[in-house]
Antibody
Framework: QVQLVQSGAEVKKPGASVKVSCKAS????????IHWVRQAPGQGLEWMGW????????NSAQSFQGRVTLTRDTSISTAYMELNRMTSDDTAIYYC?????????????WGQGTLVIVSS | QSALTQPASVSGSPGQSITISCTGT?????????VSWYQQHPGKAPKLIIY???KRPSGVSNHFSGSKSGNTASLTISGLQAEDEADYYC??????????FGGGTKVTVL
């Protein structure tokens, strides 16, 4: 069965970086884009960007450009999201999610989420 | 790239129908029939309930339905049930190969 398993919770100081992993199983990793979405406490979902695991191509929301790096390691079917220069506003649950193959534009499987707390 | 506009809350009694609107622009909802809807219960990851505007994934109840008119997409929940109480988010494909979510709507079953 399809699974996206994310790394554990992190606590970081302001100005630091975090790297969250998302390990895929149950399907061919390189056939499906991975997106990253975050949710601040008590707030809504915010789209961050995507990575094409096959080519390594990425795109991100303008609000994160220059601060987020999306990568993947096809040898271990894992996608990564690294966020730099964090502030308390980056405290959130970070989710990875999969887009089905073909010309599809929805997120059919989600990881369990990774809580990132930014605090001095 | 602004978030899509959703009402903060909608409520209804069991058995009633409710509709949640999701208003975007000609850069997202208005130009692409690629709106998806997600249901999120407290402490859980979002779950896909509608994609491509009005299609339901396998296993999702047919009392969820979607539609679109102009720059506004809508989710209708017919025959409201207690387990429908959750947060609902719309999401649209947008220009420059980006995506955008709505602010979310809290559905309360009275």
């Amino acid at each position: 069965q399809v699974q996206l398993v994310q790394s554990g919770a992190e606590v970081k100081k302001p100005g630091a970086s975090v790297k969250v992993s998302c390990k895929a199983s149950g399907y061919t990793f390189t056939d499906y884009y991975i997106h990253w979405v975050r949710q601040a406490p008590g707030q809504g979902l915010e789209w961050m960007g995507w990575v094409n695991p096959n080519s390594g191509d990425t795109n991100s929301a303008q609000s994160f450009q220059g601060r987020v790096t999306l990568t993947r390691d096809t040898s271990i079917s894992t996608a990564y999201m690294e966020l730099n220069r964090m502030t308390s506003d980056d405290t959130a649950i970070y989710y990875c999610a999969r887009v089905p193959g073909g010309f599809n534009y929805y997120l059919d499987y989600w990881g369990q989420g990774t809580l990132v707390i930014v605090s001095s | 790239q602004s978030a899509l506009t959703q009402p903060a809350s909608v409520s209804g009694s069991p058995g009633q129908s409710i509709t949640i609107s999701c208003t975007g622009t000609s850069s997202d909802v208005g130009s692409y029939n690629l709106v998806s809807w997600y249901q999120q219960h407290p402490g859980k990851a979002p779950k896909l309930i509608i994609y491509a505007g009005n299609k339901r994934p396998s296993g999702v109840s047919n009392h969820f339905s979607g539609s679109k008119s102009g720059n506004t997409a809508s989710l209708t929940i017919s025959g409201l049930q207690a387990e429908d109480e959750a947060d609902y988010y719309c999401c649209s494909f947008a220009d420059r190969n980006t995506w955008v979510f709505g602010g979310g709507t809290k559905v309360t079953v009275l």
